[in-house]
């Protein structure tokens, strides 16, 4: 079958242009970096790279990664937010910039891969143990690959975006592939930056300067993590409404647990502290000086105090134990607390429905999320030359091994429920009778919106039942009241005129979204009349996705859809192997290491 391209979305010829050059610019000057620093040239980076290096007590390849990872990270969480505010308030754009917010994403991903590469034309003694070799007198730390591939990943998503909306339409969703590969390759190389800290502790030993770089770091991890979340943030979820607190579960148990696993009272409270600063920082950037809607975001705090607390009563010696037990409480208790912020500021309030479901997934996912938050900090503290304290009394190799179990486990409980909460449906059979009551008329009509539903109790317990209105110059979302059995009328008047796309949206059960049109503009690119219900016309509530995603193509084969995310799903694979393996060979190297001092230690004791 001949799928012909799209015309909407697509990157036009400069915009392809200035992503060639500007990628071929960095590749050829990287080049010329390695080239000379490999030849023993001296060069400005080098230099650079000494002084730093000496100020902080750090060996050069690693003086300049962490405060260019910073702000690279820094920018793309940033862009990211900018960019999904405007798509909410104007809709699609025209290519890989279409608007000025891909700008700080596509030169974030360019520093992330920078910094990857810096380590690796840098690289010298010392090196950590369990390096990985390119030549005979060229060696690499592991967090330098792992930047690099993460960073490469992301980059890939860049020109991949745009074929994907050549083949498929504007997806017009965070959660698309291309999408969640950009977001992913950001994210993961957080545990690359983690993994670099832990390669330098091992050489030069630990001062507060370092843990402070390791806090921020784990707040940087909560701050991306929250990127998953943001259609659930921005109040246009397309996805069900189950997995808001799962994500929520999963990064605070698996951060918090990092980073308390291994460090002292009070450093959970420090991660939270940057998170909260940079995060509502960002909000309040997109909302105020650049005009678009506030993002929000779910707070942390509860979860930060149940892992001190945990930490407190349990002590750090049993990781295992302490992110089982934490995550446990953060999928209950924190997940409760999450839930009254909800009522307060989020966009969608959680319905008390969904909690026995939600508290369900949330102990396994919290459990499994604190037991690969315990399996990194015991790998990460390994690669430190910390003593190993795994709290299982066993052999070294079977103690070793019933810690990859372990953290095995809890990713496979994680990722089984994610799949499980993910996939959609749409089941037909729901109708409504509209009556509009109008506030405003001229130029600019906007009407109260009443539904008469049949059958009369399809929004009985449902997650959301709202009025929604966006990508006519901001987001306009207000619950639908009850007023009679089975009769809903929307708290506040909806636009119906020029670009607003107006809708009822209706989420049953777990999984079930459908949604039925008010009003939308034609739309001659997609071919696409306009929508206007009039007062007293029946309306069938469709599949959420069609009314949502309207620029989305319908006449593409099922296979290609299941293709691009099964590809999705490859390089996901590809990137928690890759986090793996390095992170295990840095942490064999680093009890290679160690065991190889104490033997020192202890002939020089027997002398």
Not at 17 to 29: E, K, P, Q, R, W
Not at 391 to 405: D, E, P, S, Y
Not at 418 to 433: H, K
């Amino acid at each position: 079958m001949t799928i012909p391209l799209a015309t909407t979305g697509t990157a036009t010829f400069d915009q392809i242009a200035i992503v060639t050059g500007v990628v071929t610019l960095m590749y050829l000057a990287l080049a010329v970096l390695l080239w000379r620093e490999r030849t023993g040239h001296a060069t400005l980076v080098g230099r650079f790279a000494d002084t730093i290096g000496r100020l902080d007590g750090v060996p050069r390849w690693a003086a300049l990664t962490p405060y260019l990872h910073a702000v690279s990270l820094l920018a793309c969480a940033f862009g990211v937010w900018w960019d999904i505010a405007v798509h909410i308030d104007r809709g699609r754009d025209t290519g890989p910039f279409g608007t000025p917010a891909h700008y700080p994403i596509f030169f974030g991903i360019l520093g992330v891969i920078i910094s990857g590469v810096l380590p690796i034309a840098l690289a010298g003694k010392p090196l950590p143990a369990r390096t990985i070799k390119l030549t005979k007198g060229w060696r690499i730390p592991c967090s330098a690959a792992l930047v690099t591939v993460c960073g490469t990943f992301a980059l890939v998503g860049f020109p991949l975006d745009d074929v994907w909306h050549r083949l498929f339409g504007e997806d017009v969703t965070l959660w698309g592939p291309t999408h969640l590969l950009m977001i992913g390759g950001v994210v993961f190389s957080i545990f690359a930056r983690l993994l670099a800290l832990a390669e330098v502790e091992q050489l030069v030993g630990l001062n507060k300067r370092r843990i402070f770089q390791e806090i921020v770091s784990v707040g940087a991890l909560l701050i991306a993590w929250d990127l998953f979340s943001t259609e659930f943030n921005y109040g246009v979820p397309q996805f069900p409404l189950i997995l808001q607190p799962i994500l929520i579960v999963f990064g605070a148990a698996m951060g918090f647990t990092i980073l308390r696993a291994r460090r002292g009272p009070g450093t959970a409270f420090g991660a939270l502290a940057v998170y909260l600063i940079i995060r509502g920082g960002i909000a309040w950037a997109v909302d105020q000086p650049l005009g678009q809607i506030l993002g929000h975001f779910p707070l942390l705090i509860v979860e930060a105090i149940l892992v001190e607390v945990v930490a407190f009563a349990l002590g750090n010696k049993n990781r295992f134990r302490l992110g089982a037990v934490a995550g446990a409480l953060i999928g209950t208790v924190g997940l409760v607390a999450e839930y009254a912020w909800s009522q307060v500021w989020m966009p969608i309030a959680w319905p008390a429905s969904m909690l026995p479901s939600a508290v369900g997934y949330g102990v396994v996912v919290g459990i499994g999320a604190g037991l690969v938050g315990a399996w990194l900090a015991t790998r990460y503290a390994e690669v430190a030359g910390e003593e190993r304290a795994t709290g299982i009394r066993h052999v070294r190799a079977l103690a070793v091994r019933r810690t990859h179990q372990l953290g095995a486990a809890g990713l496979v409980a994680v990722l089984a429920v994610l799949f499980y909460c993910v996939p959609r449906s749409a089941e037909p059979g729901v109708s409504g009778t509209v009556s509009l009551e109008r506030v405003a008329t001229g130029a600019e009509p906007t009407a109260y919106v009443t539904v008469s539903l049949a059958p009369g109790d399809a929004a009985v317990g449902a997650r959301w039942f709202e009025a929604l209105a966006w990508q006519g110059g901001g987001l306009v979302y207000h619950p639908m009241v009850k007023v009679a059995d089975g009769t809903y009328r929307s708290a506040e008047p909806l636009p119906m005129y020029g670009k607003w796309k107006s809708m009822i949206r209706l989420h049953r059960g777990q999984r079930d979204l459908v949604a039925a049109w008010v009003y939308a503009p034609e739309d001659l690119a997609i071919e696409k009349p306009a929508v206007q219900v009039s007062d007293g016309q029946k309306v069938d509530f469709i599949n959420e996705q069609q009314v949502l995603r309207r620029e989305e193509r319908t006449d593409v084969p099922r296979w290609m859809w299941n293709a691009g995310y099964a590809l999705l799903a490859v390089v996901g694979g590809l990137e928690i192997f890759g986090i793996a393996w390095l992170v295990g060979r840095g942490a064999r190297g680093g009890r290679l290491r160690a065991a190889h001092l104490a033997a020192g230690d202890r002939e020089r004791e027997s002398a």
